[in-house]
């Protein structure tokens, strides 16, 4: 078989080279494709890399590399812009591609970490990503310079275009990349970084680089991949978590028509292989399984709310947060206030179902996919696959749609041990959205208790803040835990550091969980555990600020004398938000704001609330401080898509368990915020500068709390359980 | 063999009369730009016009399409991209992800075709579809661009 691209000379070349036939092969229309035709021939040939970052072909059209995931934040074009920033060439002119992970492995990590989770892509790679840039620009310069025979330092740069103004010579990017690639590269130590007060493309309200083909269809999701003689899989993996097949009759479903194989994958799925994937679908519902459910088919989501509460109370527990003497500032307190929050199971459910496309051979592997991380997908298409990493091949695709989903991988291992049952012949693996739904890695389950020792002056003199519930990394990570303890469920809350940083100035103060794992796979869901860490502090803020009979403002910003940053952003929504200034009729404001991803953000949201209970949110104020804003108007789309999510999910969104599986299965019993529900959102991006913070995910946590404390505003009532559609509002 | 008359071109395709129109569209005649979202009508990522109705494919049986229905997908929402709302969706940067646009756009289109200048109620009322990256404002904004731009054009 010919599907795996041909090999050539140079790892890098590889990678472009399998691209270039990727992009030949799904421009013929499947209708036209017969089972093992031959895959196009070589891809025509490219430019040698200036460096990993930059390749300059000859027309001037500079390519630059993105080790992380595009899948909607924007980081694509965000990443483009600090290297084109650095490397002085026309943007106009730029393009982007993905390098492969196997070269990653294959080149030393040239390109570092391809994971693209934690609000990370920007803030953890724009320093070596602005000195590629600024390396291949020395590298170009040098290399004119020595075409012309004059001194480097002579030499001027405008939009790729170099200069040598003693001779009034010109030439461009794209004449001299050949030469600068032969050349030694810079030592990256010594290069010095423009100040971001001088950027004339970072920093900038840029269109994003891949926007026109979302427009037109033309953008190809792994979900539309096609290849020569590929075949379509459907997959039922058992409902119950931890359950396996004892065995199958396919006899009814091979007789379907197209339908090629029905195998069983790993040891807990069976999947159809047919022709076109609606028949694989359709087939899949006629083999006969017999599941062995094990234990968990008798776990409800009963069990598991008791597991919780028991853990409230529980004597021992993990410390993540601690300040003086809780325990004896407590019992002196002159008021207390407590109060029970609980958040819910959820899946990401992202737009694209989970799919990949793989073909395996006796000597290699190659997959297709949307991933967040593109070392972990190589990682377990090996695994499955059974060879070496090296003979592997990964090619990323946009996702539609992330939300901390892909980076779990899950779907890469079934689709190469699917593949791997049929030699090569190429298979696309896509997941009904049932299966979606009920193989999720979800939100993990917590509850809290919060419990406030307020002075004579109405002061928080003690604070006790309990989290029950589950471990996400003890999940997936075990390896991670420090002694036992997840540091990851302290978002928001944490003693130090420089993401999650608790802001407020409590005295006496306990943080702890009691950690209660379940039997549910969990996974990190945009926002992670901030996202309730944020709704149980800033809701009970807001409930002791009441208890205390102060304005909830007043009450936070006196809280918040150690935390400036935070305090700023706080401030800005107060005051274009409106707070404290006449709402109109019927309008009430709530607030929220928090340390998160190393960016502070906060909320003013205004509601109203009808006599029958019904929520409308007309408007929601945001401020990011994020450090360094590497395009405004990105940030902008994410601070107003994390209310959609973040709303999605206080209103809406939860997994419940029942026989040890979820019940929700499609977006009829999981509902998603609409735009008939969508506030206007009012976006301050403030950066400070000084350190680098996320956007994708921090203003997600602020959604809920700051509508939260709105309603209490509106009705008296507070919903300490979420999704909130379960509470009674009518007031 | 079922004949279908699809962005002005007829095509016959040969498949079991209740695969939805959807799967049709994407795997018969090849064109991807419509997306499998649910496969229940409830996100509408499937979204095509039928004889100029929004209509959600993934749930619609091939053979209640009848081979003089005209029905236009993404890929003939216009040539080039030069639908005003694709130029707006494009000058407003819509997209994030952009897997639900196709399905987006196509109700877009269908609103505006019908009411050329619909108020925000109208088009919060009329625009159901799902997108989980969060753009219904940009996608507010992006409608009212398109209807502006047309009413320029008179």
Known sequence: ???????????????????????????????????????????????????????????????????????????LTGLAQLVAEELDCDWAKVTTEYPSPTDNLRRNRVWGDMSTGGSRGIRASHDYVRKGGAAAKIMLVQAAAEGWKVPAAELTVSKGTITHAKTNRRITYGKVAAAAARLTPPDAAGIALKDPKDWKIAGKPLPRLDTRDKVNGRQVYGADLKLPGMLNAAIKDCPVFGGKVRGFNAAAAMAKPGVKHVFQVGESAVAVVAQTWWQAKTALEAVQ?????????????ADIDAMLTEGLTATQAYIGNKAGDMAGAMEKAVKKVEATYSFPFQNHATMEPMNATAVWTADKCEVWCPTQNGDAALAAAAAASGHRAQVCEIHKIHLGGGFGRRGWHDYVTQAVQIAKQMPGVPVKLLWSREEDMLHGRFHPITQCRLTAGLDADGKVDAMHVRISGQSIVAGIAPNLLENGLDSRVFQGMAQGG?????????????????????????????????????????????????AAGKDPLEFRRALLARAPKQLAVLNAVADKGGWGKPAPAGHHRGLAAIMGYGSYVAACAEVSVSRAGEVKVHKITAATDPGHAVNPQQIAAQVEGSFVYGLGAAFYQECTVKNGHMEQENFDTYQALRMDEMPAVESIVMP???????????????????????????????????????????? | MTKLNVNGRVHDVQVDPDTPLLWVIREQLGMTGTKYGCGIAQCGACTVQIDGQAVRSCALPVSSVQPNQKITTIEGLSPNSTHPLQQAWVALDVPQCGYCQSGMLMAAATLLASNPKPTEAEIRENITNICRCGTYNRVMAGIKRAADANARRG
């Open chain 1, 289 to 301: 399984i017999d599941w062995d459910e094990g234990p968990n088919a008798r776990i409800q989501q």
């Open chain 1, 1 to 75: 078989m010919t599907h795996i691209s041909t090999p050539s000379r140079r790892g890098f070349l590889k990678a472009s080279a399998a691209l270039g036939a990727f992009t030949l092969a799904i421009q013929a229309p499947f209708i036209d494709e017969a089972a093992g035709q031959s895959a196009p021939a070589a891809a025509p040939a490219i430019p040698p890399e200036v460096n990993a970052w930059v390749v300059v072909k000859a027309d001037d059209t500079v390519v630059i590399r993105i080790a992380r995931s595009e899948m909607g934040q924007g980081t």
């Open chain 1, 688 to 731: 400070s500068g000084g350190f680098w913070g996320g956007v994708g995910e921090p203003t997600i946590a602020v959604a809920a709390p700051a509508v939260l404390n709105a309603i209490f505003a509106a009705t008296g009532k507070r919903v300490r359980r979420l999704p909130l559609r379960h509470a009674d509002l009518k007031h």
């Open chain 1, 498 to 546: 420089n993401e999650f940083t608790f802001g407020y100035g409590v005295p006496n103060l306990l943080i702890d969980h009691a950690m209660r794992n379940t039997h549910v796979p969990p996974g990190f869901w945009r926002g992670v555990n901030l996202n309730q860490n944020a709704v149980y502090m800033e809701c009970f803020i807001d409930e002791v600020a009441h």
